[in-house]
């Protein structure tokens, strides 16, 4: 009953994409249209440029997706396995910024991009989203609890911490990289309200922003809508459902250490 609660949504967007256009409205509502309207991707796609939408959320999420990912193994492997005066505060510091909602960060960074001059611009939708406090914290736990008997064995063979990092630390955490990896792109690619604000032009935009093309003034095309929707969560679901798998490995092993 959970699934399919939780399938219904995803349901109802599909039929309601390929459903004629006297058929959106009707009362009762329709479980199963009539007949399969493909036209409406073709109208929802020629809509609006959506292919030049497709592109920058790809750009954008990549991009981010790869700066968490450094910063997070960076930074993380700093709290899980050095030691170093302020440890401890600094990462409370770090976790403390989670429980301040996204929107107060708005107005600042706003003002800063403004001042920077990166409205309209990639910079402005990839750089304040290069680091993930999140992220930190997942591969932090995850760190932590890799044996330290294989960091004194490195450190007995003339091995770094960068050494150490990324010959061994790295290969032994995939399942945390691909948990925050996934979380990243999803969260980047899911995103509407930074990139609103900081978009000017059509050009610049991503695929959730796109959304907004059938809504307007003179009311909402659900057909047209529903079809653009279906096609852009189409990535993020294959992706999730293909690395399911090592996401709640990485959830689960994280989780358990503290």
């Known amino acids: 009953m959970t699934a399919g609660l939780v399938l219904l949504p995803y349901y109802l967007m599909v039929v309601t994409s390929l459903k004629p256009v006297r058929e959106v409205f009707t009362d009762p509502f329709t479980w199963i249209p009539s007949r399969l309207a493909w036209e409406n991707y073709v109208d929802a796609w020629n809509h609006a440029p959506f292919g030049r939408y497709f592109v920058n959320s790809m750009i954008i999420s990549a991009s981010e997706t790869a700066g968490v990912l450094v910063t997070s193994a960076l930074a993380g492997y700093a709290f899980a396995r050095m030691r170093f005066v302020g440890r401890e505060v ?6 403390g ?7 107060v960060q708005l107005v600042p960074n706003y003002i800063t991009i403004v001042r920077l001059g990166w409205l309209n611009s990639y910079s402005a939708l990839i750089v304040p989203w290069l680091a993930s406090v999140f992220g930190i914290f997942l591969m932090r736990q995850f760190f932590a609890g890799i044996p330290q ?3 004194d064995a490195a450190t007995m063979d003339g091995a770094s911490h960068w050494t150490f990092l990324w010959r061994v630390v ?5 399942p945390a990289f691909i948990t925050v990896a996934l979380l990243t792109f999803l969260g980047s690619w899911n995103a509407l309200t930074w990139p609103l604000i900081v978009t000017t032009t059509p050009e610049m935009r991503p695929v959730m ?8 003034e003179w009311g909402t095309q659900p057909r047209l809508l529903m079809a653009a929707a279906t ?7 294959v992706l999730f459902f293909a690395l399911q798998r090592y996401f709640i490995q990485g959830i689960a092993r994280a989780g358990l250490k503290f």
């Open 90 to 95: 600094l990462f409370t510091l770090f976790l």
């Open 97 to 103: 910024t989670l429980m301040v909602p996204g929107e």
């Open 149 to 151: 008997e294989l960091q």
């Open 170 to 174: 790295v290969p032994l955490s995939t």
């Open 209 to 216: 922003v796109g959304l907004l093309s059938f809504s307007g």
């Open 231 to 237: 096609f852009s969560v189409l990535p993020v679901l």
